[in-house]
């Protein structure tokens, strides 16, 4: 039996369908009762809901009875400055509540869903492997910081003897709620933002992070980090395809980092008037601008036969999704 934390959200729903679809069997904490749509519902009738959250610990040690397994999958992601405490307070001290009572009921196996973020960028334009070293510099985000500390956590539970494995995807696309983490440059591309940078990222379709997590949990590595990165591809290039997906007009202005300073605040007094959240944000414009490219070699020699999916179709198929069902 296999526990997974955030399997409401948009890499834990993928992961419990590939869970599903390899006959295991399944249970997935639900903090708010509500379900993830862009998931076929044959799927999330197979899954054992519990009523739980990473925050309350009781709740958790209901949640892991009978468990061999834990995927813990579970965070906040967020760029604005008013969710910071709360997301440090999620991800870090979440993440220290899942890792402590996994130590405590000895599970088998237990696999953390991080982020490139918690690895962080170079400013020398080399490629980011796993072998880089967090540094503190003004292109870390509140939710990259808030990363760190959440993967030091695990690092502290394998030092006193957790049989766990780390994932660190890049940028993950596909079809999801894009009110919500990295499915909203899907949003900004159909309102037509019209701003693009010259910035360069990694990229990966949320089926592989999926597939690539099973894979690991199914494998006998341990104490391990693994960059899950399908593309390094200019910004600017993955808003042209999804906006061609949509038919929508492609972003036209070029921001550079005055004016994407500009841009931000812009967005910033547009969200005041609209009472939405911001589509862009002081952080994500920061980060915009970077160029940072990621090495997917670990991944692939520890996973023989493993191939990504090529991110024009990624970015196809997940608009045909949002049109299909907006």
């Known amino acids: 039996m296999i526990l997974v934390t955030g399997g409401t959200g948009f890499i834990g729903a993928y992961i419990l369908q590939e869970l599903v679809q390899k006959n295991y069997k399944v249970r997935a904490l639900n903090r708010t009762g509500n379900f993830p749509f862009f998931i076929p519902k044959e799927i999330i009738e197979k899954i054992e809901w519990v009523n739980g959250d990473i925050l309350d610990i009781v709740s958790l040690d209901s949640a892991v009875q009978g468990i061999d397994t834990v995927i813990h999958a579970a965070a906040m992601v967020s760029f604005s400055a008013n969710a910071r405490k709360q997301m440090l307070h999620v991800n870090m001290e979440g993440t220290k509540n899942v890792v402590n009572i996994a130590l405590e009921k000895n599970i088998r196996r237990f696999l953390y869903i991080s982020s490139v973020a918690a690895i962080g960028r170079r400013q020398d334009g080399a490629a980011v492997d796993e072998t880089k070293k967090w540094e503190e510099n003004k292109t870390n985000t509140w939710y990259a910081i808030s990363k760190y500390y959440a993967e030091m956590e695990v690092w502290r539970g394998i030092g006193e003897g957790l049989n766990a494995v780390i994932i660190n995807p890049t940028t993950v696309l596909g079809y999801g709620n894009w ?72 972003p036209w202005k070029h921001a550079g980092e005055l004016l994407g300073k500009v841009a931000w605040r812009m967005a910033w007094i547009k969200s005041l008037i609209s009472g939405n959240s911001p589509l862009l944000t002081r952080e994500s414009a920061r980060v915009a601008q970077s160029r940072t490219v990621f090495d997917n070699s670990k991944i692939l020699s520890a996973l023989p036969g493993f191939k990504f999916t090529p991110l024009t179709n990624t970015i196809e198929d997940a608009c045909k999704k949002y049109l299909t069902n907006k």
């Open 179 to 250: 009110n919500e983490t990295s499915t909203r440059i899907f949003k900004s591309a159909f309102m037509e933002m019209p701003w693009y940078t010259r910035g360069i990222n990694g990229f990966v379709d949320v089926v592989d992070v999926a597939r690539a997590t099973v894979l690991l949990m199914e494998s006998n590595y341990a104490a391990e980090r693994y960059i899950v990165n399908g593309e390094n591809l200019p910004f600017r290039t993955i808003f042209n395809k999804i906006a061609e997906g949509f038919h929508k007009r492609a």
